[in-house]
């Protein structure tokens, strides 16, 4: 099954998927890309989206939750025509997988045709005032689309309260583009972008000693002397999960520490 849960900031998108995961029986694992306190949930990453649907006689039903799917996606650098060919593939073998996967977005527009046409049920939560610091004590309400029938169905707030502490109200699905740009508006500064490419270097130094990288070398008259072009320290920086947008200047920072 596919649910699609719609409704803008504060309107309790993640207060109604978090109770339906909460009376979600044990024994039925749940997939999820926040956190979710719950014994029987999971928070896995991209990547791993494929290990879920991968047939397991042993656990005939499993749910997913993804909180803005698209953005999720997009945070391991993904092209939007590869994410709609990845998601579609999924869409079509849940059913198969015995999957009911719900998916958690602001505006429904920002999801693909191909999930809009294939949706279950859709619930439409209400938005709810919201005070400076974007916190209500307002109700939450839903309205709940199935088969072209709707019900409006209420949530006291001290009723959704005891489940606040089960998840994280504040937390943002943010896509790696984002990051980046943020990266480089920092480093705009020469002193910020100094610090950074130093600790960068120091990184590097650090995983040649625990062996995660070694730094080719060359004998010249019978001294050893570092040698290595950007696209080695790019790939360095990519293998301690580091960002090569500033191989250039690690490489010259690199190589003067290594030689002096």
Same mark, same amino acid.
């Given at each position: 099954?596919?649910?699609?849960?719609?409704? &803008?900031?504060?309107?309790?998108?993640?207060?109604?998927?978090?109770? *339906?995961?909460? #009376?979600?029986?044990?024994?039925?694992?749940? $997939?999820?890309?926040?956190?979710?306190?719950?014994?029987?949930?999971?928070?896995?990453?991209?990547?791993?989206?494929?290990?879920?649907? =991968?047939?397991?006689?042993?656990?005939?039903? %499993?749910?997913?939750?993804?909180?803005?799917? $698209?953005?999720?996606? =997009?945070?391991?650098?993904?092209?939007?025509?590869?994410?709609?060919?990845?998601?579609?593939?999924?869409? #079509?073998?849940?059913?198969?997988?015995?999957?009911?996967?719900?998916?958690?977005?602001?505006?429904?527009?920002? +999801?693909?045709? /191909?999930? /809009?046409?294939?949706?279950?049920?859709?619930?439409?939560? =209400? =938005?709810?005032?919201?005070?400076?610091?974007?916190?209500?004590?307002? *109700?939450?309400? &839903?309205?709940? +689309?199935?088969?072209?029938?709707?019900?409006?169905?209420?949530? %006291? &707030?001290?009723?959704?309260?005891?489940?606040?502490?089960? &998840?994280?109200?504040?937390?943002?699905?943010?896509?790696?583009?984002?990051?980046?740009?943020? +990266?480089?508006?920092?480093?705009?500064?020469?002193?910020?972008?100094?610090?950074? !490419?130093?600790?960068?270097? @120091?990184?590097?130094?650090?995983?040649?000693?625990?062996?995660?990288?070694?730094?080719?070398? %060359?004998?010249?008259?019978?001294? @050893?002397?570092? /040698?290595?072009?950007?696209?080695? !320290?790019?790939?360095?920086?990519?293998?301690?999960?580091?960002?090569?947008?500033?191989?250039?200047?690690? %490489?010259? /920072?690199?190589?003067?520490?290594?030689?002096?």
């Amino acid at each position: 099954m596919l649910t699609g849960i719609y409704g &803008y900031c504060g309107s309790g998108k993640n207060v109604f998927a978090t109770i *339906d995961a909460k #009376f979600t029986p044990k024994e039925i694992p749940i $997939y999820v890309n926040f956190e979710l306190r719950l014994k029987n949930a999971e928070r896995i990453e991209p990547e791993e989206v494929f290990e879920v649907f =991968e047939y397991d006689s042993k656990i005939p039903i %499993k749910k997913m939750i993804t909180d803005e799917a $698209y953005s999720w996606f =997009e945070s391991r650098g993904s092209g939007q025509s590869d994410i709609n060919t990845f998601l579609s593939y999924l869409m #079509f073998q849940s059913r198969k997988r015995g999957l009911n996967w719900m998916s958690i977005a602001q505006l429904r527009a920002s +999801l693909d045709l /191909r999930w /809009r046409g294939m949706e279950d049920r859709i619930v439409l939560a =209400e =938005e709810r005032n919201l005070d400076i610091s974007g916190d209500s004590k307002e *109700d939450f309400g &839903y309205w709940l +689309l199935k088969n072209n029938r709707k019900k409006h169905v209420t949530i %006291k &707030y001290e009723k959704a309260k005891p489940f606040f502490e089960l &998840y994280e109200t504040k937390e943002v699905v943010i896509p790696i583009e984002f990051k980046e740009m943020q +990266l480089k508006m920092k480093n705009r500064k020469p002193d910020n972008l100094n610090i950074y !490419v130093d600790g960068l270097v @120091i990184k590097l130094i650090e995983a040649s000693k625990k062996k995660r990288i070694v730094f080719p070398t %060359k004998i010249i008259k019978d001294e @050893i002397e570092y /040698r290595f072009t950007q696209e080695w !320290v790019r790939d360095a920086l990519m293998k301690i999960e580091e960002d090569g947008s500033y191989a250039s200047n690690v %490489k010259v /920072r690199l190589l003067e520490k290594l030689n002096s």
